[in-house]
C-alpha cells in the first residue's frame, strides 16, 4: 500500500477482521500496528459505524495533530479522547484523556505529560461531582 508516496507506508497492508455481526480494520507494517496518514486501527459497530479509532506509529500509540484514540457512542458522539506520544498519555496545553456523557458534556478528564499524571492541575476531574450554585461553582466532597 503507497499512501501519498510516503516510503515508511509502502509496505502497510489493510486487514479487515469481521466478527459476529462488528468488524475491524487494521493498518499493519509486519506484524505491528502502524499508518502513517490515518488511523491504523478502526473498530465498527454492527450498523457500521465507528466505535473505535486509534492511531499508531510502529506499534505504537502516536499522533500529534489530535487525540490518538477516539471512542464513539453508537450515536456517533465522541465517547472518549485520548492523546498519546510514543505509546504514552501525553498532552501539554490540556487534558490527555476526556470521557465525555452521552449529551456531548464533559465527563471526567486526566492530565497526563509523558505517560506520568501532571501535577501542575488537578490532574482528575470529575464533572458529576460539580454542583452549580447560582454565579460559583462548588465541588461535592
Known amino acids: ?20 455481526n462488528d468488524y475491524c480494520i487494521g493498518y499493519l507494517k509486519g506484524r505491528i ?12 459497530y ?9 492511531w499508531y506509529i510502529n506499534g505504537k500509540l502516536h499522533r500529534l495533530d489530535g487525540p490518538a484514540k477516539i471512542e464513539y457512542y453508537e450515536s456517533g458522539l465522541v465517547k472518549s479522547e485520548s492523546w498519546y506520544i510514543n505509546g504514552k ?13 452521552i449529551d456531548g458534556s464533559i465527563h ?11 501535577r501542575l492541575f488537578d490532574h482528575t476531574v470529575d464533572y458529576s461531582k460539580i454542583i452549580k450554585v447560582e454565579s460559583g461553582v462548588w465541588f461535592d466532597d
Request: proline content about 3%.
Open 1 to 20: 500500500m503507497n499512501n501519498d508516496n510516503n516510503n515508511d507506508d509502502n509496505e502497510v497492508t489493510m486487514v479487515k477482521v469481521q466478527y459476529d
Open 33 to 44: 500496528l502502524h499508518r502513517l496518514n490515518g488511523p491504523a486501527f478502526i473498530h465498527h
Open 46 to 54: 454492527e450498523s457500521g459505524l465507528v466505535e473505535c479509532e486509534s
Open 89 to 101: 498519555l501525553h498532552r501539554l496545553d490540556a487534558p490527555a484523556k476526556i470521557y465525555y456523557q
Open 108 to 118: 471526567k478528564e486526566y492530565w497526563y505529560v509523558a505517560g506520568k499524571k501532571h
